[in-house]
């Protein structure tokens, strides 16, 4: 059983304001990954980290930055939120040291940007 | 680079039919390859992976996958589709060897149910 949490689930905002959405691993996993998920569409990585102090931009260009100051935290942050940023976000987890590891997923947040 | 192509964006079966998700990946090496499901609201759960010790590879829930190097392909079957089977399932590949691999996934499959 993975234990990654993302909070909050849900978040209804204004245009804006800055937003945090935590997640966090009990797994000791050194991998974490963000990616934005539109409803019923493919996942788009936009942030990974490789362990403490580590933090890389994915594949998606996205206005959001991370950081990774604790192996078990990774948090994202919007310093302002626009309507385009609304979405779903999801975390992931993996063990580092192999290319075969799965990745373990939160079940995400729901952002809604109004 | 590495990439992953589902075919067909939505299938639907009926109950107790065979499900049939393609997935063709693209690469000349046998890479790592997964499939997950993604139940409405929730975030990606692994149903199986393939790392090259079995072409036949089972899953939880039923399902399994088989790797055809000749083909490209990595496909997920089920014989007997049951309602809770219901969501949204993603092939993905890793996109090397080393421990700075990441995971590609693909666009996704909605599979539906029909009682």
């Known amino acids: 059983e993975a234990d990654i949490y993302q909070t909050p689930r849900y978040l209804v905002i204004g245009t804006g304001k800055k937003i945090t959405l935590e997640c966090s691993q009990t797994m000791g996993h050194d991998k974490m990954y963000w990616y934005q998920q539109d409803p019923g569409m493919e996942l788009h990585l936009i942030h990974y980290s490789y362990g403490v102090n580590s933090t890389e931009k994915g594949d998606l260009s996205s206005e959001s930055t991370v950081s990774r100051i604790r192996t078990e935290h990774f948090p994202l942050t919007l310093e302002s939120a626009r309507p385009s940023h609304t979405s779903q976000y999801l975390c992931?987890?993996?063990?580092?040291?192999?290319?075969?590891?799965?990745?373990?997923f939160g079940d995400g947040t729901r952002l809604s940007i109004l | 680079a590495q990439s992953v192509t589902q075919l067909g964006s939505h299938v639907s079966v009926s109950e107790g039919a065979l499900v049939l998700l393609r997935c063709n990946y693209s690469?000349?090496?046998?890479?790592?390859l997964f499939w997950y499901v993604q139940y409405p609201n929730q975030g990606l759960q692994l149903l199986l992976k393939y790392t090259s010790a079995a072409t036949l590879v089972k899953g939880i829930n039923g399902f399994e996958a088989e790797f055809k190097k000749s083909e490209t392909s990595f496909h997920l079957t089920k014989p007997s589709a049951h309602m809770s089977d219901a969501a949204e399932y993603f092939c993905a590949v890793s996109d090397g060897y080393s421990s700075a691999s990441k995971i590609i996934f693909g666009s996704g499959t909605r599979l539906s149910i029909r009682p």
């Open positions: 690469s000349s090496v046998p890479p790592y």
């Open positions: 992931a987890s993996s063990e580092a040291d192999r290319a075969d590891q799965p990745q373990h």
